[in-house]
């Protein structure tokens, strides 16, 4: 049997990318063999698909870091022929082949069996951002969040985690202040929910006094750099920052004073290496919690062979919303 798929190389003269097709035999590791149905692009996509993502170590390479299907052959016990599975994470599509292909192969521990309500199609709606962007929310819920307890501030709104965190949040009855660089975004964050758009200018100057007007109940913060650090001072007693991203940098250049006098907590949020039990919990959530139609509004499908452009564009920031890839 032969299967298709999106194959990154690499030689002197640079990377590639073709559309190949491929015998079983080259599938990768693992005792569940799937397949795929859809996959999705996104940032670290486009960057195992350029010259200098650097995140790939071994060519020929199959990058996509999420995917979803129907499983065709199992040696675990915990799957079946004819189940649907979702992956993210695990480092898949960086060092072990990933979703831009029609099979795959990967070992059982690294799915999730897809929930009730949601179909192949919506879970790479979903994604990694859907899944991070849920992990926040849970993060935030645990430190005692509830939307009583006024506005969840998210940064970077517009991108693909933050958009989603906006829906989510909405439709668990919070008061969300999105943050976004253009006014031009006003209406789709709206649209998704928020209450309050917040123009990234207004948070953008570096700390000047570690503790500023308590103004927000939670965050979920995508950007990191000196906006993060500006919002801690800002937090409400005992509230605590999901931080999902560092689209603003790196460095923290934070005081600890909001942790030490208002019990601010910071929470890093990481979807990659999440245990099973937690993803579940995750995708579960995702299947009650978020408005999948607002979602499917916000996706656009492409075929296998548009992915070495989408993910270019991605790069360029040039993609607003979720594109899917249809295997």
Known sequence: MSYTALVVDKSEDGVTQTIQTLENDTLPKGDVTVAVEYSSVNYKDGLCLSATGGLVRKFPHVP????????????????????KVVLTGWRVGENHWGGYATRTRIAADKLVPLPQGLST???????????????AVMALERNGLTPDQGEVLVTGASGGVGSVAVAIL??????????????A????LTDLGASRIV???????????????????GC???VGGSMLARILGQMKYGSSVA???????????????PFLLRGVTLKGIDSVMQPFEDRQKAWARIATDLPIAKLEELSTSIKLE??????ARILKGDIKGRTIVEL
């Open 121 to 135: 199609a919506q879970a790479m709606m979903v994604g990694t951002a859907g899944l991070t962007s849920m992990l």
């Open 243 to 257: 931080a999902i991203g560092l689209t603003g940098g790196a460095d923290l250049p934070a005081s600890v004073v």
């Open 185 to 188: 975004n006003s209406a789709f």
């Open 199 to 217: 123009l990234r200018e207004e948070l953008s100057e570096t700390v000047k006094r570690p503790l500023e007007t308590e103004t927000w109940a």
């Open 64 to 83: 996509g870091i999420d995917y979803a299907g129907t499983v065709e052959h199992s040696a675990d016990p915990r799957y079946m022929p004819g189940d």
């Open 220 to 222: 979920i913060d995508a």
């Open 170 to 183: 909405a439709k668990l009855g919070y008061q969300v202040a999105a943050v976004t660089g253009s006014e």
């Open 306 to 311: 548009d992915v070495a452009d989408a993910g």
